[in-house]
């Protein structure tokens, strides 16, 4: 979700909005925003003091908004209370009885294991005076320096390896959602839908014949959500494959429907967001999908360079079998 645009209305916002006479009509045109560029979140901090502070025509209003969104328009509505939930008003406690959440503050031991690696890198970092000249930094420099990671490197375990595989999943995950928005963008045109399902037998009886390898937007879908393309060539590979099937079957002399016209317009407007990306995003894909393919090879070494910089020893190949699924470990 970190992607996606956040729309805030809170007390500040919707007192100052500078196209508003008033907060319920700031209110109403921020809400409208969100829909209007979703996906999005609509975030509402505060709201027990929200609805406590205003007027009750603006408690009325957010009811309305909230009850009659619609469930197939993808907005992530998000509020926040230092209120209890028991003790809040009927008409929150009614909006939000199904997705309601106590979150409370970390324990010691949970946010020194967030922070382990920032001070694992901290002490293994090599210290460098700042000047040559200056004798005082040089001297408490050399005092101050830890000692070399190659003494201080432990064996690493399997949680150290289940961390590089979350790592590396994070950015696979991302990078799959950039994917999403783009598939999720092609699928809301209409003039995309012959292309959305597999084509009938009783379309085109002799489909299958001409065509050996078949593809839809759904199959796309299907083959994203199972997490198939993790390279930005691969996905654009399906279009591609997508848009030589229209045009090895639909003859140019007989197109009553424009089907060539807008298979041309989706392979076009799917390279044009594809290559669009972070192109640093795109290479660490295609940086994960190498290591990836070299430990089915039997090699780990790109992993055990990972490990290394993290003040660890090379571990067992099998310990790659679980984290990684590979069958070749």
């Known amino acids: 979700l970190e992607d996606l645009p956040v729309i805030t209305a809170d007390i500040s916002t919707l007192s100052a909005h500078s196209n508003a006479r008033n907060p319920e009509e700031a209110f109403v045109r921020l809400f409208s925003e969100a829909c209007r560029r979703a996906p999005s979140i609509f975030y509402v901090p505060h709201v027990d003091d929200l609805t406590r502070c205003c007027s009750t025509r603006l408690s009325v209003i957010l009811e309305s908004c909230f009850t009659d969104l619609s469930p197939s328009l993808p907005v992530l509505v998000l509020a926040s209370s230092d209120t209890p939930f028991a003790k809040l008003g009927g008409v929150l406690r009614g909006l939000f009885t199904f997705g309601a959440h106590l979150l409370s503050a970390p324990a010691r031991h949970y946010r020194e294991q967030f922070f382990a690696p920032l001070r694992e890198a901290v002490l293994l970092a090599p210290l460098r005076p700042s000047s040559e000249s200056d004798s005082v930094s040089v001297e408490c420099t050399e005092v101050l320096r830890p000692v070399r990671a190659s003494s201080r490197r432990r064996p690493a375990t399997r949680q150290d390896v289940e961390q590089i595989a979350r790592d590396e999943e994070h950015v696979l995950r991302k990078f799959r959602m950039k994917l999403r928005t783009i598939l999720d963008t092609i699928m809301r045109q209409a003039r995309f839908r012959p292309f959305q399902r597999p084509v009938h037998p009783e379309e ?43 045009v090895e079957y639909t003859p140019l002399s007989n197109d009553p429907k424009g089907l060539l016209h807008r298979v041309h317009s989706l392979l076009d407007l799917v390279e044009h967001h594809a290559y669009k990306l972070s192109s640093s995003l795109c290479d660490l894909c295609d940086t994960i999908n190498k290591r990836r393919e070299a430990l089915e090879q039997g090699d780990m070494s790109a992993y055990a360079a990972i490990l290394e910089s993290r003040g660890k020893t090379s571990p067992p190949l099998q310990y790659f079998r679980g984290p990684f699924s590979i069958s070749g470990v």
């Open 204 to 246: 085109a009886p002799d489909y299958a014949e001409i065509i050996s390898n078949p593809i839809c937007l759904e199959d796309i879908q299907y083959r994203l959500d199972r997490g198939e393309y993790r390279s930005r060539e691969q996905f654009l590979d399906a279009f591609r494959l997508l848009h030589a099937n229209c």
